[in-house]
């Protein structure tokens, strides 16, 4: 159980580093989306590369941090039977969750989008806007990081649920615990 436990700490560890530097790309999205809108409106200058850059990092925060918002129950979930429930009925739908829903959408996601990533690596793809920047193909590479990251978080949401059924949750630290609900 210990190392079930660390399992879910480096997972939610990993998620949470990356949730700390992706963050840091809104700034960047809103610097650069002013940058852009000052030169166009103020000085009457087109910037396409800056353009795309401020799209790409919307697309690349987005995706780089959609396991630290899982990890913080950020997305969408229906609370009819979660809200006030208590910690091992919690811990049973976050566990069914991962199995019946993240999984096979994580599969599909992968075998439908790996071909397209690869494609656009092979033509070393770069922006369709003239003059915008080259390097789309990292872009789309974070479809794939997108995929990694929901799925280790799925797969610690799942090992925590073996903690709390195992009456071991204890070996969390507090951060990692469910909060509300009862036994």
Same mark, same amino acid.
């Given at each position: 159980?210990?190392?079930?436990?660390?399992? %879910?700490?480096?997972?939610?560890?990993?998620?949470?580093?990356? &949730? @700390?530097?992706?963050?840091?790309?809104?700034?960047?999205? %809103?610097? %650069?989306?002013?940058?852009?809108?000052?030169? @166009?409106?103020?000085?009457?200058?087109?910037?396409?590369?800056?353009?795309?850059?401020?799209?790409?990092?919307?697309?690349?925060?987005?995706? &780089?941090?959609?396991?630290?918002?899982?990890?913080?129950? &950020?997305?969408?979930?229906?609370?009819?039977?979660?809200?006030?429930?208590?910690?091992?009925? @919690?811990?049973?739908?976050?566990?069914?969750?991962?199995?019946?829903?993240?999984?096979?959408?994580? =599969?599909?996601?992968? =075998?439908?989008?790996?071909?397209? %990533?690869?494609?656009?690596?092979?033509? @070393?793809? &770069?922006?369709?806007? =003239?003059?915008?920047?080259?390097?789309?193909?990292?872009?789309?590479?974070?479809?794939?990081?997108?995929?990694?990251?929901?799925?280790?978080?799925?797969?610690?949401?799942?090992?925590?649920?073996?903690?709390?059924?195992?009456?071991?949750?204890?070996?969390?630290?507090?951060?990692?615990?469910?909060?509300?609900?009862?036994?």
């Amino acid at each position: 159980m210990r190392i079930i436990a660390a399992i %879910v700490r480096a997972i939610c560890g990993f998620n949470g580093i990356l &949730g @700390r530097i992706f963050s840091w790309f809104s700034l960047g999205i %809103v610097l %650069v989306c002013f940058v852009v809108v000052t030169l @166009r409106y103020v000085f009457r200058i087109g910037a396409v590369p800056l353009q795309d850059l401020y799209v790409w990092l919307n697309g690349m925060m987005f995706m &780089g941090i959609a396991g630290y918002t899982l990890m913080r129950d &950020g997305h969408v979930r229906v609370d009819i039977f979660y809200r006030d429930a208590p910690t091992r009925r @919690r811990a049973l739908v976050d566990m069914f969750g991962a199995v019946v829903f993240v999984a096979p959408f994580l =599969v599909v996601l992968t =075998v439908w989008s790996l071909p397209y %990533v690869e494609r656009s690596w092979a033509l @070393r793809e &770069g922006s369709a806007n =003239v003059g915008g920047l080259p390097g789309l193909y990292v872009l789309k590479s974070f479809v794939m990081v997108f995929v990694v990251v929901i799925g280790l978080q799925a797969l610690a949401m799942f090992l925590r649920g073996v903690l709390v059924l195992a009456g071991r949750e204890e070996l969390l630290p507090d951060r990692l615990r469910y909060s509300g609900g009862e036994g």
